[in-house]
């Protein structure tokens, strides 16, 4: 006798809530793991976890400047951040 093993039980489970989601290539067991829907029957999609920052459209500032304008948001800016240049007023 053969006992089924964690892999068999992922792929039963794929195989059951796959034929509910048609329109997904990817699913995400109990287990946090991606497997394939097997009655997925389309365009490849990108895996889940694939992200590409080259694909997200930017906002034209570099990391450090990205940094610095959360560390502000954050209350944590230097002078220049809120206004103040070394003059005598804000």
């Known amino acids: 006798m053969?006992?089924?093993t964690v892999d068999d039980a992922i792929?039963?489970?794929a195989y059951v809530v796959g034929m509910q989601r048609l329109d997904s290539q990817w699913l995400c067991s109990?287990?946090?793991t991606w497997v394939r829907n097997p009655h997925y029957h389309g365009p490849d999609q990108p895996h889940p976890e694939d992200y590409q920052y080259d694909d997200e459209v930017g906002d034209g500032m570099t990391?450090?400047?990205a940094d610095?304008?959360?560390l502000a948001s954050a209350g944590w800016g230097?002078?220049?951040d809120y206004g103040?240049?070394?003059g005598d007023e804000y």
């Open 2 to 4: 053969t006992l089924a």
């Open 11 to 13: 792929r039963e489970w």
């Open 30 to 32: 109990d287990y946090d």
């Open 63 to 65: 990391d450090a400047e």
């Open 68 to 70: 610095a304008d959360t």
């Open 78 to 80: 230097t002078d220049e």
């Open 84 to 86: 103040y240049f070394g």
